[in-house]
């Protein structure tokens, strides 16, 4: 994948936009690298040793990845992706992502010790009795003494 100052049919472009072009390259170059990571292991390998949970993850960022992909084939085509059905298609998959993503959270979320909370509260709100109170002590002392 190399560049050159030219593309294969001889049309020059503009040099202002060589490093972006340059960094385009490099972005497809890693897109290129991964697709080829995941194309070398079977789907159904990948699957076995996946819980559902992370087989629904990995299925949601396979559509995203191939629709974002399309939606960018689109705008080099002068097509605007805006207005095409990709758009709702991302919107679909992305509300899915935000769904796993708190169920995610709901099973990392620790679970509350109703025993333990009502300990904790109860013990925070303690008072002491008024015969183990230094103050009434000192005071009922005092009566004693003057009595």
Do not use: C
């Amino acid at each position: 994948m190399e560049m050159a100052e030219e593309d294969n049919s001889g049309e020059e472009y503009p040099n202002e936009i060589h490093d972006y072009l340059s960094a385009f390259e490099k972005s497809l170059g890693s897109v290129d690298d991964m697709l080829k990571t995941m194309m070398s292991v079977s789907r159904s390998e990948l699957l076995e040793k996946l819980d559902p949970l992370e087989q629904a993850k990995l299925d949601l960022v396979s559509a995203y990845t191939l629709n974002s992909m399309f939606w960018v084939y689109l705008a080099t085509q002068g097509i605007n992706p805006k207005e095409h059905p990709v758009k709702q298609e991302l919107e679909r998959i992305r509300t899915y992502m935000n769904r796993v993503k708190e169920i995610t959270d709901k099973k990392m979320a620790s679970k509350l010790d109703k025993g333990a909370a009502a300990r904790f509260v109860r013990n925070a709100l303690w008072e002491p009795k008024p015969e183990n109170n230094p103050k009434v002590k000192a005071a009922k002392a005092k009566k004693r003494k003057t009595n």
